[in-house]
DNA sequence: TATTGTTATACTCTATAACTATA
DNA sequence: TATAGTTATAGAGTATAACAATA
Protein backbone atom coordinates (compact mmCIF):
# COMPACT_ATOMS: atom_id res chain seq x y z
CA UNK A 1 0.00 0.00 0.00
CA UNK A 2 1.98 2.98 -1.07
CA UNK A 3 -1.14 5.59 -0.87
CA UNK A 4 0.42 7.31 2.22
CA UNK A 5 4.11 7.41 0.39
CA UNK A 6 5.00 10.57 -1.53
CA UNK A 7 5.24 10.13 -5.06
CA UNK A 8 8.25 8.58 -6.40
CA UNK A 9 10.89 11.02 -7.28
CA UNK A 10 12.08 11.75 -10.86
CA UNK A 11 15.73 10.59 -10.73
CA UNK A 12 17.36 13.73 -10.50
CA UNK A 13 14.93 15.39 -7.73
CA UNK A 14 17.15 17.51 -5.53
CA UNK A 15 17.63 16.22 -2.05
CA UNK A 16 15.66 18.26 0.56
CA UNK A 17 18.24 20.66 1.53
CA UNK A 18 17.82 20.83 5.22
CA UNK A 19 17.56 16.60 5.58
CA UNK A 20 21.39 16.75 4.41
CA UNK A 21 23.08 17.95 7.86
CA UNK A 22 20.76 15.17 9.51
CA UNK A 23 21.73 12.26 7.27
CA UNK A 24 25.36 13.87 7.08
CA UNK A 25 25.21 13.31 11.35
CA UNK A 26 23.71 9.86 10.73
CA UNK A 27 25.62 8.72 8.72
CA UNK A 28 29.13 9.78 10.18
CA UNK A 29 28.22 8.55 13.56
CA UNK A 30 27.04 4.44 11.74
CA UNK A 31 30.46 4.91 9.87
CA UNK A 32 32.21 5.20 12.70
CA UNK A 33 30.55 2.18 14.76
CA UNK A 34 30.36 0.04 12.07
CA UNK A 35 33.62 0.15 11.36
CA UNK A 36 34.58 -0.44 15.04
CA UNK A 37 32.35 -3.51 14.67
CA UNK A 38 34.13 -4.83 11.39
CA UNK A 39 36.96 -4.71 13.23
CA UNK A 40 36.07 -6.73 16.03
CA UNK A 41 34.49 -9.44 14.05
CA UNK A 42 36.98 -9.83 11.55
CA UNK A 43 38.24 -13.18 11.26
CA UNK A 44 40.85 -14.72 12.97
CA UNK A 45 42.40 -17.43 10.83
CA UNK A 46 44.47 -15.25 8.91
CA UNK A 47 47.00 -12.74 10.35
CA UNK A 48 46.11 -9.88 8.14
CA UNK A 49 44.43 -6.81 9.19
CA UNK A 50 41.94 -5.33 7.51
CA UNK A 51 44.07 -2.60 5.75
CA UNK A 52 46.43 -5.18 4.34
CA UNK A 53 43.43 -7.15 2.89
CA UNK A 54 42.37 -3.96 1.08
CA UNK A 55 45.60 -3.62 -0.15
CA UNK A 56 45.88 -7.52 -1.13
CA UNK A 57 42.15 -7.03 -2.76
CA UNK A 58 43.72 -4.03 -4.76
CA UNK A 59 46.68 -6.37 -6.18
CA UNK A 60 44.55 -8.92 -6.85
CA UNK A 61 42.55 -6.49 -9.15
CA UNK A 62 45.24 -4.68 -10.95
CA UNK A 63 47.79 -7.29 -10.60
CA UNK A 64 50.84 -4.34 -10.08
CA UNK A 65 50.69 -1.13 -8.56
CA UNK A 66 53.35 1.33 -7.74
CA UNK A 67 53.40 1.91 -3.72
CA UNK A 68 52.37 5.54 -4.04
CA UNK A 69 49.36 4.45 -6.36
CA UNK A 70 48.41 2.09 -3.41
CA UNK A 71 49.09 4.67 -0.52
CA UNK A 72 46.78 6.94 -2.84
CA UNK A 73 44.59 4.44 -3.29
CA UNK A 74 44.04 3.86 0.15
CA UNK A 75 44.60 7.39 1.82
CA UNK A 76 47.39 6.31 3.68
CA UNK A 77 50.76 8.13 3.59
CA UNK A 78 53.69 6.53 1.97
CA UNK A 79 55.28 5.43 5.28
CA UNK A 80 52.00 3.66 6.01
CA UNK A 81 52.27 1.51 2.81
CA UNK A 82 55.53 0.80 3.06
CA UNK A 83 54.51 -0.91 6.48
CA UNK A 84 51.99 -2.97 5.26
CA UNK A 85 53.90 -4.18 1.84
CA UNK A 86 56.65 -5.16 4.16
CA UNK A 87 54.35 -6.97 6.09
CA UNK A 88 52.72 -8.63 3.05
CA UNK A 89 56.14 -9.16 1.61
CA UNK A 90 57.20 -10.78 4.93
CA UNK A 91 54.12 -12.84 4.47
CA UNK A 92 54.77 -14.16 0.81
CA UNK A 93 51.86 -12.49 -0.13
CA UNK A 94 53.32 -9.98 -2.44
CA UNK A 95 56.38 -9.19 -4.30
CA UNK A 96 58.25 -6.44 -4.79
CA UNK A 97 60.47 -4.88 -7.80
CA UNK A 98 61.82 -2.29 -8.72
CA UNK A 99 60.51 0.27 -11.44
CA UNK A 100 61.69 -0.23 -14.72
CA UNK A 101 61.48 2.87 -16.63
CA UNK A 102 61.80 4.72 -12.89
CA UNK A 103 64.16 3.15 -10.55
CA UNK A 104 63.10 5.24 -7.61
CA UNK A 105 59.46 3.53 -7.74
CA UNK A 106 58.10 0.28 -6.27
CA UNK A 107 56.08 -2.35 -8.09
CA UNK A 108 53.92 -4.30 -5.63
CA UNK A 109 52.47 -7.52 -7.09
CA UNK A 110 50.18 -10.19 -5.91
CA UNK A 111 51.54 -13.76 -5.68
CA UNK A 112 50.02 -17.01 -5.89
CA UNK A 113 49.30 -17.16 -2.15
CA UNK A 114 47.94 -14.01 -2.26
CA UNK A 115 45.51 -14.77 -4.97
CA UNK A 116 44.57 -17.64 -2.78
CA UNK A 117 44.27 -15.79 0.04
CA UNK A 118 42.25 -13.21 -1.55
CA UNK A 119 39.99 -15.94 -2.72
CA UNK A 120 39.67 -18.10 0.23
CA UNK A 121 39.25 -14.82 2.54
CA UNK A 122 36.31 -13.51 0.06
CA UNK A 123 34.16 -16.14 1.13
CA UNK A 124 34.62 -16.18 5.09
CA UNK A 125 36.49 -12.10 5.75
CA UNK A 126 32.51 -10.76 5.09
CA UNK A 127 31.02 -13.79 6.44
CA UNK A 128 30.25 -12.29 9.50
CA UNK A 129 28.67 -9.07 8.28
CA UNK A 130 27.29 -10.96 5.39
CA UNK A 131 25.17 -12.97 8.05
CA UNK A 132 23.89 -9.37 9.56
CA UNK A 133 22.35 -9.20 6.28
CA UNK A 134 20.89 -11.92 5.63
CA UNK A 135 17.60 -10.95 6.83
CA UNK A 136 17.63 -7.72 5.21
CA UNK A 137 14.69 -7.18 2.19
CA UNK A 138 15.41 -6.43 -1.67
CA UNK A 139 15.34 -2.57 -1.20
CA UNK A 140 17.77 -2.61 2.00
CA UNK A 141 19.90 -4.56 -0.18
CA UNK A 142 19.69 -2.28 -2.76
CA UNK A 143 20.33 0.94 -0.71
CA UNK A 144 23.37 -0.53 1.05
CA UNK A 145 24.59 -1.31 -2.43
CA UNK A 146 23.71 2.11 -3.71
CA UNK A 147 25.24 4.04 -0.16
CA UNK A 148 28.22 1.60 -0.42
CA UNK A 149 28.64 3.22 -3.86
CA UNK A 150 28.32 6.51 -2.34
CA UNK A 151 30.58 6.55 0.40
CA UNK A 152 33.42 4.96 -1.96
CA UNK A 153 32.76 7.68 -4.59
CA UNK A 154 33.12 10.48 -1.65
CA UNK A 155 36.15 8.70 0.37
CA UNK A 156 38.03 8.98 -2.34
CA UNK A 157 37.14 12.06 -3.89
CA UNK B 1 9.86 6.35 -16.22
CA UNK B 2 9.58 3.02 -14.61
CA UNK B 3 9.08 0.92 -17.70
CA UNK B 4 12.58 -0.57 -17.42
CA UNK B 5 12.47 -0.98 -13.71
CA UNK B 6 11.76 -4.16 -12.05
CA UNK B 7 8.41 -3.96 -10.54
CA UNK B 8 8.22 -2.71 -6.70
CA UNK B 9 8.80 -5.48 -4.36
CA UNK B 10 6.77 -5.98 -1.46
CA UNK B 11 8.35 -4.68 1.85
CA UNK B 12 9.91 -8.44 2.80
CA UNK B 13 10.64 -9.59 -0.18
CA UNK B 14 13.98 -11.55 0.57
CA UNK B 15 17.22 -9.96 -0.66
CA UNK B 16 18.74 -12.48 -3.59
CA UNK B 17 20.92 -14.30 -1.42
CA UNK B 18 23.73 -14.37 -4.70
CA UNK B 19 24.36 -10.76 -3.79
CA UNK B 20 24.62 -10.65 -0.39
CA UNK B 21 28.51 -11.40 0.06
CA UNK B 22 29.20 -9.06 -2.50
CA UNK B 23 27.21 -5.97 -0.92
CA UNK B 24 28.98 -7.12 2.43
CA UNK B 25 32.48 -6.90 0.76
CA UNK B 26 31.09 -3.39 -1.06
CA UNK B 27 29.86 -1.74 2.29
CA UNK B 28 32.75 -3.22 4.09
CA UNK B 29 35.48 -1.45 2.07
CA UNK B 30 33.33 1.63 1.92
CA UNK B 31 32.85 1.95 5.66
CA UNK B 32 36.74 1.81 5.69
CA UNK B 33 37.97 4.31 3.27
CA UNK B 34 34.86 6.31 4.61
CA UNK B 35 35.59 6.21 8.18
CA UNK B 36 39.41 7.15 7.63
CA UNK B 37 38.34 10.06 5.43
CA UNK B 38 36.08 11.38 8.00
CA UNK B 39 38.83 11.48 10.82
CA UNK B 40 40.79 13.52 8.24
CA UNK B 41 38.34 15.34 7.14
CA UNK B 42 37.13 16.45 10.56
CA UNK B 43 37.18 20.52 12.27
CA UNK B 44 40.22 21.56 13.64
CA UNK B 45 38.69 24.26 15.74
CA UNK B 46 37.60 21.79 18.74
CA UNK B 47 40.02 19.48 20.03
CA UNK B 48 37.67 16.57 20.94
CA UNK B 49 38.22 13.30 19.26
CA UNK B 50 35.31 11.89 16.82
CA UNK B 51 35.13 9.07 19.80
CA UNK B 52 34.81 11.55 22.72
CA UNK B 53 32.27 14.07 20.61
CA UNK B 54 30.15 10.84 20.22
CA UNK B 55 30.12 10.43 23.95
CA UNK B 56 29.56 13.72 24.10
CA UNK B 57 26.60 13.43 21.46
CA UNK B 58 25.06 10.05 23.54
CA UNK B 59 25.18 12.58 26.83
CA UNK B 60 23.19 15.22 24.98
CA UNK B 61 20.72 13.22 24.18
CA UNK B 62 20.31 10.92 27.36
CA UNK B 63 21.30 13.05 30.12
CA UNK B 64 23.13 10.96 32.35
CA UNK B 65 24.60 7.44 31.60
CA UNK B 66 26.22 5.46 33.77
CA UNK B 67 30.45 5.27 32.34
CA UNK B 68 30.09 0.97 31.65
CA UNK B 69 26.55 2.33 29.75
CA UNK B 70 28.45 4.82 27.72
CA UNK B 71 31.30 1.83 26.83
CA UNK B 72 28.64 -0.55 25.87
CA UNK B 73 26.82 1.90 23.48
CA UNK B 74 30.02 2.99 22.07
CA UNK B 75 31.49 -0.51 22.03
CA UNK B 76 34.54 0.00 23.65
CA UNK B 77 36.24 -1.16 26.52
CA UNK B 78 35.48 0.25 30.06
CA UNK B 79 38.73 1.70 30.33
CA UNK B 80 38.81 3.19 26.87
CA UNK B 81 35.78 4.68 28.20
CA UNK B 82 37.17 5.61 31.31
CA UNK B 83 39.65 7.37 29.37
CA UNK B 84 37.25 9.25 26.83
CA UNK B 85 35.30 10.70 30.16
CA UNK B 86 38.60 11.79 32.11
CA UNK B 87 40.16 13.79 28.89
CA UNK B 88 36.16 15.17 28.66
CA UNK B 89 35.74 15.93 32.60
CA UNK B 90 39.50 17.91 31.87
CA UNK B 91 37.76 20.00 29.42
CA UNK B 92 34.64 20.93 31.42
CA UNK B 93 32.40 19.26 28.99
CA UNK B 94 31.22 16.81 31.04
CA UNK B 95 31.19 16.02 35.28
CA UNK B 96 31.67 12.59 37.00
CA UNK B 97 29.38 11.68 40.31
CA UNK B 98 28.82 8.48 42.08
CA UNK B 99 25.80 6.64 41.77
CA UNK B 100 23.63 6.92 44.48
CA UNK B 101 21.93 3.66 44.73
CA UNK B 102 25.13 1.75 43.45
CA UNK B 103 28.31 3.31 44.73
CA UNK B 104 30.37 1.68 42.26
CA UNK B 105 28.54 3.32 39.78
CA UNK B 106 30.16 6.71 37.81
CA UNK B 107 27.35 8.56 36.90
CA UNK B 108 28.66 10.72 33.83
CA UNK B 109 26.33 14.15 32.70
CA UNK B 110 26.56 16.77 30.21
CA UNK B 111 27.81 20.50 31.05
CA UNK B 112 26.43 23.56 29.77
CA UNK B 113 29.89 23.99 27.64
CA UNK B 114 29.43 20.78 27.02
CA UNK B 115 25.76 20.99 25.27
CA UNK B 116 27.13 24.25 23.70
CA UNK B 117 30.02 22.06 22.34
CA UNK B 118 27.49 19.78 20.79
CA UNK B 119 25.21 22.01 19.30
CA UNK B 120 27.95 24.78 17.68
CA UNK B 121 29.63 21.04 16.39
CA UNK B 122 26.68 19.62 14.94
CA UNK B 123 26.34 22.85 12.96
CA UNK B 124 29.89 22.52 11.95
CA UNK B 125 31.56 19.26 12.32
CA UNK B 126 29.16 16.92 9.27
CA UNK B 127 30.10 20.56 6.98
CA UNK B 128 32.40 18.79 5.21
CA UNK B 129 29.96 15.20 4.78
CA UNK B 130 27.02 17.30 4.14
CA UNK B 131 28.98 19.42 1.55
CA UNK B 132 29.26 15.81 -0.14
CA UNK B 133 26.03 15.22 -0.43
CA UNK B 134 24.52 18.58 -1.95
CA UNK B 135 24.56 17.04 -5.07
CA UNK B 136 23.01 14.02 -4.22
CA UNK B 137 19.68 13.13 -5.79
CA UNK B 138 15.91 12.06 -2.74
CA UNK B 139 16.20 8.93 -4.05
CA UNK B 140 20.38 8.65 -3.29
CA UNK B 141 20.01 10.98 0.00
CA UNK B 142 17.18 8.04 1.39
CA UNK B 143 19.14 4.72 -0.18
CA UNK B 144 22.11 7.02 2.34
CA UNK B 145 19.64 7.58 5.49
CA UNK B 146 18.25 3.59 5.34
CA UNK B 147 21.79 2.04 5.07
CA UNK B 148 22.92 4.55 7.84
CA UNK B 149 20.00 2.70 10.09
CA UNK B 150 20.73 -0.52 9.30
CA UNK B 151 24.31 0.08 10.21
CA UNK B 152 23.26 1.57 13.18
CA UNK B 153 21.24 -1.66 14.02
CA UNK B 154 24.30 -4.40 12.95
CA UNK B 155 26.94 -2.26 14.58
CA UNK B 156 25.11 -2.35 17.98
CA UNK B 157 24.18 -5.81 17.32
C1' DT C 1 32.07 -13.89 45.04
C1' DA C 2 30.62 -10.86 41.36
C1' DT C 3 30.51 -6.34 39.39
C1' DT C 4 31.93 -1.36 38.34
C1' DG C 5 35.33 1.29 37.27
C1' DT C 6 40.53 2.56 37.38
C1' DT C 7 45.51 1.98 36.73
C1' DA C 8 49.36 0.07 34.36
C1' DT C 9 50.95 -1.49 30.27
C1' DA C 10 51.30 -2.80 25.50
C1' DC C 11 49.77 -3.16 20.73
C1' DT C 12 48.06 -1.48 16.17
C1' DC C 13 47.63 1.89 12.94
C1' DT C 14 48.72 6.13 11.39
C1' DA C 15 51.29 10.45 10.92
C1' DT C 16 55.36 13.82 10.32
C1' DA C 17 60.30 14.65 9.71
C1' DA C 18 64.58 13.43 8.06
C1' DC C 19 66.96 10.67 4.92
C1' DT C 20 68.54 7.85 0.49
C1' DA C 21 68.41 6.98 -4.20
C1' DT C 22 67.01 8.34 -8.56
C1' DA C 23 65.17 11.62 -11.97
C1' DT D 1 65.87 20.58 -7.35
C1' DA D 2 62.09 17.46 -7.22
C1' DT D 3 60.16 12.92 -6.49
C1' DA D 4 59.54 7.80 -4.72
C1' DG D 5 60.16 5.34 -1.11
C1' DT D 6 62.30 4.17 3.61
C1' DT D 7 63.70 4.78 8.39
C1' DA D 8 63.07 6.80 12.81
C1' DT D 9 60.02 8.44 15.92
C1' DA D 10 55.75 9.92 18.05
C1' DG D 11 50.79 10.17 18.86
C1' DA D 12 45.98 8.51 19.03
C1' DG D 13 43.03 5.00 20.17
C1' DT D 14 42.24 0.67 21.73
C1' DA D 15 42.92 -3.70 24.34
C1' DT D 16 44.06 -7.01 28.28
C1' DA D 17 45.51 -7.83 33.05
C1' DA D 18 45.64 -6.66 37.66
C1' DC D 19 43.59 -3.97 41.11
C1' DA D 20 40.22 -1.23 44.37
C1' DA D 21 35.81 -0.35 45.98
C1' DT D 22 31.31 -1.79 46.47
C1' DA D 23 27.41 -5.03 46.11
Known amino acids: MLTDMPTA ?4 APAAASDIPEVASE ?19 NDL ?23 ARERVQPPSMTRMVNFLEE ?27 VRKDRLSRDAWLAQQLVDLDADELAALRTAASIMERIATS
Chains 1, 2 share one sequence.
Do not use: C, F, W
Not at 9 to 12: C, Y
Not at 34 to 41: D, G, I, K
Not at 93 to 116: A, P
Open 9 to 12: QPVS
Open 27 to 45: LRTSVMRMRRRLANERHPD
Open 91 to 117: GGYVVRRQGETDRRQVLVSITDKGRRT
Open 49 to 71: SLGSMAVLGALYANDEMTLGALA
